[in-house]
């Protein structure tokens, strides 16, 4: 049978059938739109979160409480390993003394990470909070500050906020001097971090 045949019948049976002929058509037009999709979703999400984890720089290791599962060793294995955490505890001043005797390990800073409400003027809002080592947190941070200053030895009941806790959480930005109440106790402004950027601004938001 001739090319020119083929097409012929080809051509005959779409004319024939042209109803089922262009739900197929539109079926395989849908499928191949939502494989696109799907991966473009995916890609993106992966470029965001690996994005926002360059943060900490890429000899940083980050250990929380408690138990993981495996997940591998790229960005994919790090979500799930996050994500099946179980059995939070806090770690201890001894946890530290233990990782510091690791083969290959150059420093380690505590911090405390949480939740804590915090009151500008008549506003109440809950906030990230990021306790640091002053001595250690911006070797350990890639964050450079935008306002102010760092923090000095023995400094007390101090802060530096991030971009948006400053500019965009309560109706008037806060700025450098003002007093943020936390959880009850009145700190001094000391310093804003420069926006680090992304959906999930990590250090924008403590």
């Given at each position: 049978?001739?090319?020119?045949?083929?097409?012929?019948?080809?051509?005959r049976?779409?004319?024939?059938?042209?109803?089922?002929s262009?739900?197929?058509?539109?079926?395989?037009?849908?499928?191949?739109?939502?494989?696109?999709?799907?991966?473009s979703?995916?890609?993106?999400?992966?470029?965001?979160i690996?994005?926002?984890?360059?943060?900490?720089?890429?000899?940083?290791?980050?250990?929380?409480?408690?138990?993981?599962?495996?997940?591998?060793?790229?960005?994919?294995?790090?979500?799930?390993?996050?994500?099946?955490?179980?059995?939070?505890?806090?770690?201890?001043?001894?946890?530290?003394?233990?990782?510091?005797?690791?083969?290959?390990?150059?420093?380690?800073?505590?911090?405390?990470?949480?939740?804590?409400?915090?009151?500008?003027?008549?506003?109440?809002?809950?906030?990230?909070?990021?306790?640091?080592?002053?001595?250690?947190?911006?070797?350990?941070?890639?964050?450079?500050?935008?306002?102010?200053?760092?923090?000095?030895?023995?400094?007390?009941?101090?802060?530096?906020?991030?971009?948006?806790?400053?500019?965009?959480?309560?109706?008037?930005?806060?700025?450098?001097?003002?007093?943020?109440?936390i959880?009850?106790?009145?700190?001094?402004?000391?310093?804003?971090?420069?926006?680090?950027?992304?959906?999930?601004?990590?250090?924008?938001?403590?």
């Open positions: 049978m001739k090319l020119l045949d083929i097409l012929v019948i080809s051509f049976n779409l004319s024939q059938r042209s109803l089922r262009w739900l197929t058509i539109l079926g395989i037009v849908i499928g191949v739109a939502a494989v696109i999709s799907m991966l979703i995916g890609e993106g999400m992966r470029s965001s690996t994005s926002q984890l360059s943060v900490f720089g890429p000899d940083i290791v980050m250990v929380m409480p408690g138990s993981t599962r495996a997940g591998g060793g790229d960005i994919t294995g790090l979500i799930r390993a996050v994500l099946s955490t179980r059995g939070i505890r806090t770690l201890s001043d001894k946890d530290i003394e233990v990782i510091k005797k690791i083969d290959g390990v150059k420093d380690v800073e505590g911090e405390v990470v949480g939740m804590s409400s915090a009151v500008y003027g008549t506003e109440k809002m809950s906030i990230n909070i990021r306790g640091v080592d002053p001595s250690k947190w911006r070797e350990m941070l890639n964050v450079e500050i935008n306002e102010g200053r760092d923090f000095q030895p023995n400094e007390r009941r101090v802060v530096i906020l991030g971009y948006r806790i400053a500019n965009e959480m309560f109706s008037q930005p806060i700025s450098v001097g003002s007093q943020l109440t959880n009850g106790i009145s700190f001094r402004v000391i310093g804003i971090l420069k926006e680090s950027g992304g959906q999930m601004g990590i250090l924008d938001n403590v």
